[in-house]
């Protein structure tokens, strides 16, 4: 049989082409939606004829006073998208629901949906629910595309536990908080897919920050207190990522992961939680769900021994990882296992940072823990601190299935550590236990040298890196199976190391300043003074008076140098602050609201043939500033410019 080949020419329906309703909160009368018409109210938007590929643009340097409730849906090649439109110097449009609103942008079985360049509050007086962002389905089934993304969040003021009688605790069902993900229902499985949070500010929220919950939740492996929470049958969420977002001052939890399978959060910071938020709260923390990935956050600041550690391996979890995450200064603590009554399973902990954190550094509820695996972190019990390493209940025959390998606890000044542990499951092998830490009678070759971290206290992950001499850590590690091929750093391992660096051993810093002594001395200052950290946390900080400057010589190195600091901006001025380390000036130009108010990392790095680099920021991120040469003074050089400049864990070193 012959075939011809025929020519097909399909034909094409060319798509509609996308509409964009405008918005303008300062204007008196309402208009067609057009950019020369615009509405001046949110009111109308449920009832708006939204196809695929629109957008709702709401005009900068305006406010609304209505609640923005989307209940139309785009598609996977059109999202509907929600932003801004007008001068690019203009500040973000912001909404605001009514006093009598609960939420200030509700999402309502909605998909492909992508929420941006909004500045959004609803302020109370904490006895009502109230959200910033509510993203809420309801039998449904699988709900997707949806982005919350450059987001300016603040003074949500929603229920925390009150005095009243009657109010609940502002989270499980109907949670208050900045931004809060619900799938409700019992008739059809409702669940989210490819739901993404980023780049979002998030500030004065409660009780929660970003917070999700799922009525559809019951499955063998979850705890039974839950049951009396959620009642329908496991739909787990999927493909969910939290990454670079800020949040600072939380009332209550900071970020928390329920109901999802293989969620990541990555590159997020939290600057104090727990705020009069009552009840229990931890930083970051995930509970009934599989395969969770926690890496490059950093929480600090959690104000309350009910849990209060920075991280929280709850109940009905197995395969969670977190590695390469800072915590520092709080009250609970590092890390909380809790599995109650259904184990914990199949976790890791490994090349993570736990600086001055308080009370515990790793707490067990009641409950068995299967196949956990904590290694290679590093851990510094602070001046004045008495911390548990590890607790759990004793005399109730647990059985905490944990190897507990290759990491480092050292304490400085009259920092101690403890231990209040008694299963013989929970094994001990091959960790440097540096300073006043008691001896725990199961542990195996554990190693009682100093470990060589280069400068031990501050909250800079660059001065726990090793020194070449004298550094008992340093090609000591044991091997572990699955072990990770990058460290803390995000260099390749090339060093058996103990701890959370995996490289080879670093010079000893020329000089160090903390200023927890209360001392400038032996930086030469003008308009400077040492007050208490304006985050909450322990210790001393300079605060530089607007025009301020302080500065302090070095020893020019052939082999280049490092200088790390770090900094809060008071605020943005016209007159820029500035860090000068010898022939190089870093000018913090043009500084955004968003940069202010927050600790933040400069690294300057000179390389022998004088190149050099300069970067600002967090585990939520970096950001590259340029360098300019001038005349080198030979001195580390700090000036605040026109605004207030706190700054503190300076340090320099040859590289």
């Not at 929600?82 to 690019?88: E, F, H, P, Q, V």
């Not at 910071?269 to 009934?288: D, E, K, M, R, V």
């Amino acid at each position: 049989m012959k075939f011809t080949l025929v020519q097909y020419v399909p034909f094409l329906v060319p798509l509609a082409s996308a509409t964009s309703f405008y918005f303008d909160g300062s204007l008196s009368s309402n208009g067609d939606g057009s950019q020369s018409k615009p509405f001046n109210t949110l009111t109308g938007i449920p009832s708006l004829a939204l196809q695929p590929g629109d957008n709702i643009l709401l005009k900068k340097g305006t406010k609304f006073g209505q609640t923005l409730h989307l209940t139309k849906s785009g598609t996977a090649q059109s999202p509907i998208t929600i932003g801004s439109y007008g001068s690019d110097t203009a500040s973000a449009p912001v909404v605001q629901c009514p006093a009598t609103g609960i939420n200030s942008i509700l999402l309502e079985g909605v998909e492909y949906v992508t929420l941006q360049d909004l500045e959004i509050t609803n302020p109370g007086d904490n006895t009502t629910v109230r959200r910033g962002v509510y993203v809420y389905a309801k039998d449904k089934g699988a709900v997707a595309g949806i982005t919350l993304q450059r987001l300016y969040i603040h003074d949500v003021t929603g229920r925390t536990p009150s005095t009243v009688t009657g109010y609940s605790t502002g989270k499980y069902a109907n949670a208050t908080g900045g931004i809060v993900i619900e799938a409700q229902g019992n008739t059809t499985g409702t669940y989210f897919t490819g739901l993404t949070i980023a780049d979002n500010l998030l500030v004065n929220v409660a009780r929660q920050g970003i917070y999700t919950w799922s009525n559809w939740c019951r499955r063998p492996e979850l705890a039974s207190f839950w049951n009396s929470l959620c009642s329908a049958t496991w739909y787990a969420s999927t493909g969910f990522t939290v990454k670079n977002n800020r949040l600072v001052n939380v009332a209550g939890d900071g970020i928390v992961i329920t109901g999802n399978e293989d969620a990541k959060t990555v590159n997020n910071l939290i600057q104090g939680f727990h705020y009069g938020g009552g009840g229990n709260s931890a930083g970051i923390w995930t509970a009934n769900s599989v395969g969770s990935y926690f890496a490059y956050n950093d929480v600090s600041g959690g104000q309350t021994t009910g849990d209060g550690m920075s991280y929280d391996v709850d109940h009905s979890t197995s395969g969670t990882v977190f590695e390469y995450n800072l915590s520092h200064d709080n009250e609970g603590g590092f890390f909380l296992l809790c599995p109650y009554d259904k184990p914990t399973t199949n976790f890791t902990i490994r090349y993570n940072l736990s600086v001055n954190d308080r009370a515990r550094i790793f707490q067990v509820c009641p409950g068995d823990l299967v196949g956990g695996e904590i290694y290679k972190n590093t851990i510094l019990i602070g001046n004045g601190i008495s911390q548990q390493v590890v607790t759990a209940p004793t005399g109730k025959n647990l059985s905490l299935d944990v190897q507990f390998t290759d990491n480092i606890v050292k304490t400085v000044g009259s920092g101690t550590g403890h231990w209040n542990l008694d299963s013989p499951e929970f094994l001990l092998n091959n960790n440097v236990f540096h300073g006043a830490i008691d001896s725990f009678p199961g542990a195996t070759d554990s190693i009682t040298n100093p470990p060589g971290l280069a400068a031990p206290g501050l909250r800079d992950p660059y001065a726990y890196k090793l020194l070449s001499a004298s550094a008992s850590a340093l090609d000591s590690a044991v091997a572990i199976a699955g072990d990770a091929t990058e460290d803390f750093f995000g260099n390749r391992v090339t060093h058996k190391n103990i701890g959370f660096y995996g490289g080879a051993g670093t010079k000893v810093p020329q000089w160090i300043s903390s200023f927890d002594a209360g001392t400038l001395s032996p930086w030469t200052t003008n308009s400077a003074s040492i007050v208490t950290d304006p985050s909450g946390n322990l210790g001393k900080s300079v605060l530089l008076g607007a025009g301020g400057s302080l500065s302090r010589s070095f020893s020019v190195s052939s082999s280049g140098l490092r200088f790390n600091v770090r900094l809060w901006f008071g605020g943005a001025s016209d007159t820029a602050a500035t860090v000068q380390v010898g022939g190089i000036k870093v000018t913090f130009s043009n500084l955004k609201t968003t940069q202010v108010g927050w600790w933040q990392i400069l690294v300057v790095e000179i390389a022998a043939d004088g190149t050099s680099t300069a970067k600002l920021g967090s585990q939520a991120g970096t950001s590259s500033w340029p360098v300019s040469s001038v005349t080198s003074s030979g001195d580390v050089v700090i000036s605040a410019g026109g605004s207030s400049l706190y700054l503190d864990d300076a340090f320099i070193t040859s590289l």
